[in-house]
């Protein structure tokens, strides 16, 4: 089963690649990461969504808190909780294509965000579910890049992940 | 306050720290390192001949004691060289610090001359590593890599620091911390009062219950609890191999080893058990064999100071995460104020089971079919003349299984051998570093003509700091263990297992200034080994040459359950 794992760490040279390391080292699967700094500028957050059965996921936030820089793991996807990814995706837009893309935009909320006369560069925000969804619509002749943010979370409700 | 260069610093901190020994190797990036070291005498340095010997020596000193090994060594290289002596500390949970220096800080990334990342090569097989950027951290770095790597489940930890970070020409004021606080580190100190309950009400209801004990009862020092918890209740213990003398090997409650060579009775009676109480330790496949055949009937109650060590390949039925001499004291507690008592015709019933395993099998070997010394002998000979008590550091291989299960350890920490990485050239240096630390207690390194030319050079350094160890050296002209693998997994091709060219030990020796002895025939073995053993003062080799052919026996079945066992090389369980 697919797991969003958010971990707390250490805003410290070396903290993301041990995270990474532990992820390979004990043959862990990572389908996607984001880290970037929180408010509290000593710490950063990540979000690891990864795929693994029950005992699998307990070992990786097991393993995830016996690192010194990790503060905090929780692993969002036992709760209620928000999930959210960003993708910027560069289409051919030739034709009668150009209001195609725009139409499938709209419906996925999506926005253009650059155009020259032949492509359009699409930006939108969902669960990755709803990415993938927007991407088959449009099938895959006219797409030229396609770039994704990987998947943050929060838990939904008072709950908070903080030191 | 004083002013302390980064190198003054490092040494000083290592003084306030307790140290009185380090091993090491310098190098151009440890240079003012080193000329700080010169100029005090109370951090001692030992010089080893290889920086792997370094490593080993500060780990063996981490196991008969407790407390956390030192080693330094310089960049590149010197780092690389204590890459197996790191990981061998890891996978056993050992306590140590080791110091590599590295290229000056503005050249990290060029690939400067000896320049290599350390920290990204020892990060999977430390506990933690530091990099100091800053000279006046020193001091607060070394303080947190003693405290993180003695606390909680212990293992090694590396500082990489950089050539300018030691430069005698930068001073600042020097104190060293006394305490220390990691917002994200903070081993358990106690067990969950509840899940200790519940544990010890299984404990009392069962009727085949197995007390099976790993390493974390010696690094965590709670030995005496352990016999206190097993006495109390009469149920028989096992001990992994990092275990043994965790539990007295000569006592009655005791069944031997358990696992790939465990004996026949505690492998039987871990199968057929209905409760398996495990104390620090790990579940390790050399200890489980088939995991989905392990134990069919039995609940398992699990302590352990590191939880993901907890269910990671056998789900515990009772999980409790604490030290183990804490969480085994309360249980004492517990049981002795429960009205409950354990079922005595059960555990009658139980112990005359065991007894008839024991009967069977009990550590038997051959003797009668060869003209040859057994190694088996030898080992019971070592501990008869030792009288069970000396501190044994082992190499990795047949005679490792052998010094595991015909040598009684009646006492923890006095069974050193690399259990987790099984590393070969291990027992020299770890005999080294013990016997530096106890002058007044016999230190033996058992190994084999394989193992110990993976670190004969630490000869050397025996003579310059006058290390009087006994080397018993179980020569089989091969590799054992992949020898007895070869025989029986691959119809004995022997391939690249037998030992050719061998040099003759007893000159070398003696050329190294040490005393060699030679024993082919078992009639000579005992007055051999008491007149080595009577040179107090000098480090004398056994070469002794024992059957090529021997195999270690019980060997467990791969992928079978715990009683599926080879006992001999025609009888299977």
């Not at chain 2, 780990?59 to 061998?88: C, E, F, H, M, Q």
Request: include cysteine; charged fraction near 20%; hydrophobic fraction near 40%.
């Amino acid at each position: 089963m697919r797991h969003i794992i958010s971990v707390l760490m250490e805003n410290e040279p070396g903290a993301l690649s041990r995270v990474v390391g532990l992820f390979s080292q004990r043959n862990f699967n990572i389908e996607s990461l984001t880290v970037a700094p929180t408010e509290d500028e000593t710490l950063s957050r990540l979000t690891v969504t990864t795929i693994g059965d029950d005992r699998v996921i307990e070992q990786i936030t097991k393993q995830l808190n016996k690192l010194i820089d990790v503060v905090k793991v929780v692993d969002l996807s036992e709760g209620e909780h928000i999930e959210r990814e960003l993708m910027m995706i560069k289409f051919k837009a030739n034709g009668q294509m150009r209001a195609e893309i725009k139409r499938t935009a709209d419906i996925f909320r999506g926005q253009i965000i650059d155009i020259t006369p032949n492509t359009y560069t699409v930006q939108l925000v969902g669960s990755s579910e709803k990415l993938d969804a927007f991407i088959t619509s449009l099938g895959n002749t006219c797409i030229m890049e396609v770039v994704r943010s990987g998947v943050s979370g929060i838990s939904r409700g008072e709950k908070v992940l903080a030191v | 306050m004083e002013l302390l260069s980064g190198a003054e610093m490092v040494v000083r901190a290592l003084r306030d720290e307790g140290v009185k020994y380090i091993y090491g190797y310098p190098g151009g990036a440890l240079l003012h390192v080193y000329d700080a070291l010169f100029q005090q005498n109370e951090v001692e340095h030992v010089l080893v001949r290889h920086e792997q010997a370094a490593t080993h020596m500060a780990d063996a000193y981490a196991r008969a004691t407790g407390k956390a090994g030192v080693a330094l060594v310089t960049s590149g290289p010197g780092a690389t060289n204590a890459v197996t002596g790191i990981a061998t500390a890891y996978m056993d949970s050992i306590p140590m610090v080791v110091i590599t220096g590295q290229v000056m800080s503005f050249l990290i990334g060029e690939d400067a001359f000896q320049e290599t990342d350390m920290l990204g090569i020892s990060r999977p097989i430390v506990k933690h590593n530091f990099s100091v950027t800053r000279a006046e951290d020193i001091p607060s770095i070394i303080k947190k890599a003693f405290y993180i790597a003695q606390t909680g489940r212990p293992g090694p930890v590396v500082i990489d620091i950089p050539k300018d970070m030691t430069a005698p020409t930068e001073r600042f004021p020097y104190e060293y911390p006394k305490s220390v606080k990691l917002r994200s580190y903070s081993p358990v100190t106690k067990g969950h009062s509840g899940q200790i309950r519940k544990a010890v009400d299984m404990l009392l209801a069962a009727k085949r219950p197995m007390i099976y004990t790993g390493g974390g009862v010696i690094m965590g020092d709670a030995s005496r609890e352990l016999i206190e918890l097993a006495h109390l209740l009469n149920y028989p213990v096992t001990n992994t191999l990092m275990g043994l003398g965790g539990f007295p090997g000569t006592d009655g409650q005791f069944v031997g080893m358990l696992g790939m060579h465990g004996s026949y009775e505690a492998n039987m009676a871990m199968h057929h058990s209905d409760l398996i109480l495990a104390v620090g330790a790990r579940f390790d496949d050399r200890v489980t064999n088939g995991v989905d055949k392990f134990c069919p009937t039995a609940r398992i109650v699990h302590i352990d100071i590191d939880p993901a060590s907890i269910s990671k390949t056998i789900q515990a039925d009772v999980p409790i995460v604490g030290p183990a001499k804490v969480v085994l004291d309360d249980m004492i507690q517990l049981v002795k104020e429960s009205k409950k008592r354990p079922d005595a015709e059960a555990i009658a019933a139980w112990w005359k089971q065991i007894d008839e395993w024991r009967a069977r099998h009990g550590g038997r070997y051959r003797t009668d079919d060869s003209e040859m010394m057994k190694p088996q002998q030898v080992i019971e000979m070592l501990c008869k003349v030792t009288e069970g008590d000396a501190y044994v550091c082992s190499d990795v291989g047949q005679h490792q299984m052998f010094a595991a299960q015909y040598y009684k350890y009646n006492k923890p920490n006095r069974w050193i051998n690399s259990g987790g990485l099984g590393t070969m050239g291990f027992g020299l240096p770890a005999a080294m570093g013990v016997k530096m630390n106890f002058p007044n207690e016999e230190v033996v390194c058992v190994t084999g003509e394989g193992s110990i030319q993976m670190n004969i050079q630490e000869l050397s350094t025996c003579k310059q700091y006058d290390i009087p160890v006994k080397i018993i050296c179980l020569n089989n002209q091969s590799l054992g263990m992949v020898r007895q693998w070869q025989d029986m997994n691959y119809e004995s091709r022997h391939s690249q297992s037998y030992m050719n060219s061998l040099p003759d030990f007893v000159k070398l020796v003696e050329s190294y200034g040490h005393v060699g002895i030679k024993v082919t025939k078992y009639s000579e073995l005992e007055s051999a080994m008491r007149e080595a053993f009577a040179m107090k003062d000098r480090l004398v080799f056994m070469d002794i040459m024992v059957d090529p052919f021997e195999h270690v026996y019980p060997m467990q079945v791969p992928r079978g359950s715990m009683r599926d066992m080879w006992l001999s090389k025609t009888e299977r369980t």
